[in-house]
């Protein structure tokens, strides 16, 4: 077993490796649990949720053991090192790794509990949802920032951005699901622009964060940043249309 706990839940080390080995026994579910599987539980009073990450197939289980770090690893280091750059991010509590003969076994990642109100995906689900246009220049001055600090956020998708409401129409951001990351001393203008082509297959989505992010990025034009962050949006589009209808046919010819 491999654990490391959050310096400042050190006192709640005990709690947590029991409540872990109860993962599957206890807690309440969050969200569909689909794949990866999040509870919520109660540390000390404080909300936390804990991940569950899918158990990985042979070959994953030997290159999690000795040749790369798990899911659950990198998300508590992603989140550490999110926060010491001043991004916002559940604040880590802590991870475990289990492992076996083979290699990882399962692995679990702890993390603060954030309500917020929304997440990316309303915003492009919901074209009038209120303040839409207010939310969409912030979060996308947030991304350039996250540019700026060299982190290029491979997720960077509508349900990996929690959006929580502030005073005077302010907004903050916090990036969850962060165990695909690289961190780079300077981003290149393709890097940028394609870290929005996960967001919205929405154009006039696209027209107004190439317009806010046109402000603060001079090295472009705003035409020439719609231009690549449109065609970024459309390649992964298509290459998503491409294998769902890859999966489609191969569902038909199993069945």
């Known amino acids: 077993m491999n654990f490391k706990v959050n310096p400042l839940f050190e006192n709640n080390t005990p709690l947590l490796l029991d409540t872990i080995k109860k993962f599957n026994s206890s807690g ?3 969200g569909n649990g689909d794949r990866n599987k999040i509870k919520l539980f109660d540390l000390g009073g404080k909300k936390i949720n ?20 798990s899911k659950a690893k990198r998300s508590f280091q992603y989140a550490t090192i999110l926060l010491e750059k001043g991004i916002g991010t559940p604040q880590p509590i802590a991870f475990l790794e289990n492992f076996n003969i083979v290699g990882l076994k399962d692995s679990y990642y702890a993390s ?32 350039f920032g996250l540019h700026e600090k060299g982190v290029e956020f491979l997720d960077h998708s509508p349900g990996n951005t929690l959006i929580k409401k502030n005073e005077n129409n302010i907004y903050s951001f916090f990036l969850v699901d962060l165990n695909r990351m690289n961190f780079h001393e300077n981003m290149s203008f393709e890097q940028r622009m394609n870290n929005f082509s996960r967001l919205t297959p929405k154009k006039e989505m696209i027209a107004i964060m190439s317009n806010e992010y046109s402000k603060f990025y001079k090295e472009k034009t705003e035409d020439e940043i719609f231009e690549k962050m449109w065609q970024a949006t459309a390649h992964f ?4 249309a491409r294998k769902k209808r890859l999966k489609k046919k191969l569902k038909f010819w199993k069945s």
Request: glycine share 0%.
């Open 28 to 30: 309440e579910l969050f």
């Open 237 to 240: 589009q298509e290459e998503f």
């Open 50 to 69: 804990i991940k569950s990450f899918k158990i990985p197939n042979i070959v994953n289980k030997i290159a999690y053991r000795y040749f790369r770090k």
């Open 112 to 143: 603060e509990h954030l309500v917020t109100e929304l997440t990316y995906r309303e915003l492009v689900e919901i074209p009038d949802y209120p303040d839409n246009d207010t939310i969409l220049r912030q979060f996308t001055k947030f991304t």
